[in-house]
């Protein structure tokens, strides 16, 4: 709540009228210099006006930074490419801010709080590009990463810079600064730096301690303490010490539990989080912490396929809901939604192509009636319409249920009951499932759930969603909604769709789909939209496979597009050249930047290419695409040239496997691909009909293309789909884990649908491992594909220089793969099946105790893992308690000769083959992981007879990852 006292020496002693109904930030915008009083905290006083301030990584590369592997996560929903920077792709211009910003304050929260990970150089550079063009009502709120000691101070005098911004949060006119991870460093050595700088700046600034660390520490330790209250007091006195050094502390007030027998993820654990707020609310009970700060996390849940964690489902809008809540409760000064644009943990609350504003206008429901103000509708939006919004799970694989939810959002608008009907539909527009009427209230916050079992649908490849609408006396029908992609055994991609009705886009469409030859489509059609269009993309199930653009950015009719993708253990300068020699017309760019928080790639156009010049950074995946003439690409070479030396790929041998790697020193790895979806950002149409004829390209045996076509205003409208060719021929028995049932289950599925990987081992393909079913399976020998590979580096050391494996060749054995010392082969994540499996694979082990087969950087929870333990294969794996266990088998593997080796499993047993000798054990669980595979070496020791255990050195020759289930 504002002072009274504070405004009048703001508006020079003239009150204003009904100041209490403008929000802090909002007032601070309009007066500059303006600042926040201080209300009492944690119900120490009357509740507060909460400000909310979604974190965010501007540094990263908005515009691609939702790309997970080979295909787009999302899109940011109101992307404008003509904001990008011209050498380096970042969105972090003067004009991209600016539209960031006028985002936020549409949807009525207060600003975004920039974090800095090992500097705060780019939320100084946001707040300077954004005063060039300030939005007004929109503040920032800085804040520092705490695990790098190293910079603390550093950061810390960095922002401090900015104290006398008048575009920063104020509380009591001294700039507050948030922070994360705080409890990472001791509270005596917060009390020395901020000491520092008050001593440098004075007194400026309000300082918050994140006690995240502490909140985790507690939320896993309590329940196993044999003195739980004990342990409260214990933890009570250290979140004291932090008190007791800063302004005020952050922490999240709520928790999750995972359910060994059902969904796959952690779900709410309502129980932990009200401890949680209890064990807050008695530290803010002592009068040493009366005016103290109080800042609450809140969060739209957790997937991130590459970390390999069972990390917190999105449930529909359930976990945003509750955990705002949870964090309301506790009456903060601010709410710090987990974040902003985060890519590869999915926790971006920012409006996206699949999820639209559904979090924003959740968030700002919540902040309007939190603060006792009216609720209103948003001004553009079409209040005939009942504000529903319908969230869906966007792909399962078989076993696992598809779950619906429709959300009731009050706004003031609402009058009269809303009937809604819902109804499930094929491809082929038969109706599968509808359920019975359900009837809202228009001003009641309300969620209806609805639940269908995905292994009864096993000849489907998608299910798309109808919704019946009555309200008002008028009855509508909405069935343009993104559909349920079923996987038969696979699935890294735990994400929701979620269409708010009021974004629903009234376009109508109509396309055709022309098979050619080597996986290419023809698309022709046209679409006309309510307005004007920002983007019309062809979509292969959830897979952008191509963008209708009025100049085609890349012509696949005319072009091979490829792209040139650089990783490495650790940082190492990028500077040189990619090009395709002799072929001056090759247009090649920088696009991309992964997995990394700190990385600009410079770039500029050179003859038949691009040139990069990366001097600083970090780790992670840097790449560039070049557009290459198709009729002359198989006889061409990519060739890079860098400081660190040279190497060349043959375009010819990228087609034929799709993808080829080699390695420069130090441990610096160049991946090139054959680009299968869509490369970029589309640029803007601005036009409400477009009539088109594209060619697009897709890997799967059975593509379901569809049109989606977003406006400028935000607007959705997905086509139904068009399958060229259905599933047919032989069906299979396939063992799969039912939630339903919370049991194994046999489905009869296509033999075709279900994914069978035989690998292929040439040198011909460098330093991928290759298999023919699909491109983006491909192992890389060396890493490449996880976005940690510094850990390899920080784990092991110097000595990390050229990992392999390498090629071989003798007449006896063929080719097979020599792994050394800190060699590994990894995979993406959904190369492993959640489920039944058949691992085949020839072997020449250096040693009898060694790592067979794990899952890379898995500190929660591991499908399986292949050991040999003193000569015999043993066998890990999670079992129906979540318990990683170990069974030994008596089959032996010998040491020094080639030994094949067969594991499988149907869910209730495993079977094994090891030169001809059988064994079967049982076995209880399902396959849960959702992480990278790895053969050799990794820097996870968890989840291993020992952490000490020694990785797999020796040869290689054959290895196949089917899965069906074979004895």
Known sequence: MVGSEMIEQCQGGKMMKNWKRISGCLLAAMLPGCAIAKNEVAGNGDRKKVEIFPEVQMHYNAGNNFRNYWHWNDHPLFLDRTVRHPETALYMTAKGVHKEAQLVTRYGLSGLSPLGNSGTEGAREMIRLFAENPVPGFLFLPATFAPTNQNALKNLKDICSIADSPYVFRINGKMVINSYEAAFLPPERWKTLLSELRSTYGDKFLFVADMKTICQRYRYRRPMEDDPEAY???????????????????????????DPDGAYGQHIDDEMGKQLRSLFRRVFADPRNKGKILACD?????????????????????????????????????????????????????????????????LRYYRMK?????????????????????????????????????????DGSGKGEIKAVLKIYDADGKCVKAFPETVFDPVRLEAKDFHIASENYPDNLILRPELTVTANGITRVYNAFPPTVLRTSHNIDYLYTRLPLREYEDAAGTFTVEKLKDGFYRIRGKVKASSELNTLEVMERHTEAGAIEVEPEFDRSKEEVFRVACSSYGWVPVQGTVTVPGMPETVGRNWYVGGNHNYVLKSAPTPGGVRLDVTSGGHGTRSVLLAVPRGKAANAEITVNMKQGSLKFRIADVLKYGSVSAELEPAMFWRVERVVSEPDIPFSLNRREMEFDTIVRSESRYPVFSLRAVTLGGKR??????????????????????DTEREAVSVDVFETLVPDAVYTFTPASGRMLTTPWKQEWAAEIGGGYRYNLNNMKRHFGKEVRRTGPVWKHTEKDGDFLRFT????????????????????????????????????????TSSVGFFIVKGKLTIGHVNTAGEFRLTETPLEVRKGEWNRIRISSNLTRFHATVNGTYWRGTVSGRGRIASGLVIGTDSCRDFMPSRDFPDFTGDMRSLRISHKFEK
């Open 298 to 362: 809140c969060a739209i849940g957790y997937v991130n396929p590459q970390s390999g964690q069972l990390t917190p489902d999105e449930a529909g809008t359930a976990t945003l809901r509750h955990t705002v809540e949870a964090a309301l409760e506790m009456n903060p000064d601010y709410i710090i939604p987990f974040e902003w644009n985060e890519w590869n943990e999915n926790t971006g609350v920012i409006p996206t192509v699949r999820k639209g504003a559904a979090a924003m206008r959740i």
């Open 370 to 410: 939190h603060n006792e103000s009216r609720l209103t509708p948003l001004p553009f939006d079409n209040v005939r319409i009942p504000n529903l919004i319908l969230s869906c799970r966007a792909v399962v694989k078989l076993g696992e249920q598809i779950h619906y939810e429709l959300l009731n959002l009050p």
């Open 821 to 860: 010392k800190y060699s590994s082969l990894t995979f993406l994540p959904d190369v492993w099946p959640l489920g039944a499996f058949t691992f085949d694979c020839e072997i020449r082990p250096d040693s009898d105790n060694c790592v067979l087969l794990r899952h890379s950087n898995s500190n929660q």
């Open 717 to 738: 409208w997905q086509s139904a789909p068009v399958i060229p060719e259905k599933p047919a021929g032989k069906k299979i028995s396939l063992p799969v884990y039912s």
């Open 232 to 258: 409260d007091r214990k933890t009570m006195n250290e979140i004291q010490s932090y008190l007791d050094v800063a302004d005020g502390i952050g922490f999240y007030p709520y928790s999750y539990k995972l």
